[in-house]
């Protein structure tokens, strides 16, 4: 990921966080093997239990993330969906069908629905490469 730099963990609220589509098609991947990443990812809601410390305050609390990737059982099982002010509405994709697995990096989307409609297409797009590909070499 030589074009990646982030100057905090969660890359957001930092002029200076940079990164390219063929970096994060990188990131997706590896963190696509990771099994808790995967089912993570691939869940539309997740909920835990976890402390909320404040100050001498100690108590339980539940907590809940929805993930807002509309591809979810579609093929599509995960990666990340996100926003920022400099990349726009982004989506990384992940998409299993039949032992094969892509990752598409959608970056500058229109708005955040376009993501939903261009992956798809551009998967689309790969599987039929891949097949003329093979059908070529095989």
Known sequence: MDSTQYN??????????KSTAADLGKLSCVCMQDPI??????????KCQG???KGNEVK????????NNELLGRGFN??????????????AASYEKDGL???????????KKVRFVEAP???LWAVNRLNK???FFG
């Not at 995960?78 to 989506?91: E, F, I, L, Q, R």
């Not at 697995?101 to 708005?111: A, E, R, Y």
């Open 8 to 17: 905090n963990p969660h890359g957001l609220g930092d002029k200076n966080n």
């Open 37 to 46: 990443f995967r089912d993570l990812t691939s869940r539309r809601i997740y």
């Open 51 to 53: 402390i909320n410390v």
């Open 60 to 67: 339980e609390r539940n907590y809940s993330w929805w993930n």
């Open 78 to 91: 995960g990666v990340k969906t996100g926003w920022t002010p400099n990349a726009g509405s982004c989506h």
């Open 101 to 111: 697995h892509l990752v598409i990096i959608l970056i500058d989307c229109k708005d």
């Open 121 to 123: 297409k551009l998967t």
């Open 133 to 135: 590909f093979c059908e």
